[in-house]
Nanobody, 121 residues
Framework: VQLQASGGGLVQAGGSLRLSCAAS????????MGWFRQAPGKEREFVAS????????YYEDSVKGRFTISRDNAKNMVYLQMNALKPDDTAVYYC???????????????WGQGTQVTVSS
């Protein structure tokens, strides 16, 4: 499965962005999907994940209430709506797919190339 993340950019604090992840195969519906991020000098961290059928959904504590993960299996797409962005959200964001829903990066099999999100104060 090839994943292509897009939608990143530069936004002011308090603004919004919507990330998209396009999958190359129609079998996306058989995979759990996750979003991770990596800031300079930091380890890759979990952001959100969604199970194959759309639930359950998990969020990292710092993004709860601000970020929303969703998927459209018919279009082979996964989204991350990010609202009320903060400078601490600045990172490269990656989408990933795996056999089961999880919060650990090592449980995901396929990864997109990442999209940069920069939030200015």
């Amino acid at each position: 499965v090839q994943l292509q993340a897009s939608g990143g950019g530069l936004v002011q604090a308090g603004g919004s962005l919507r990330l998209s992840c396009a999958a190359s195969e129609r079998t996306l519906r058989t995979y759990a999907m996750g979003w991770f991020r990596q800031a300079p000098g930091k380890e890759r961290e979990f952001v959100a994940s969604i199970n194959r059928g759309g639930s359950p959904i998990y969020y990292e504590d710092s993004v709860k209430g601000r970020f929303t993960i969703s998927r459209d299996n018919a279009k082979n797409m996964v989204y991350l709506q990010m609202n009320a962005l903060k400078p601490d959200d600045t990172a490269v964001y990656y989408c990933a797919s795996g056999p089961v829903i999880a919060t650990g990066a090592n449980q995901y099999t396929y990864w997109g190339q990442g999209t940069q999100v920069t939030v200015s104060s």
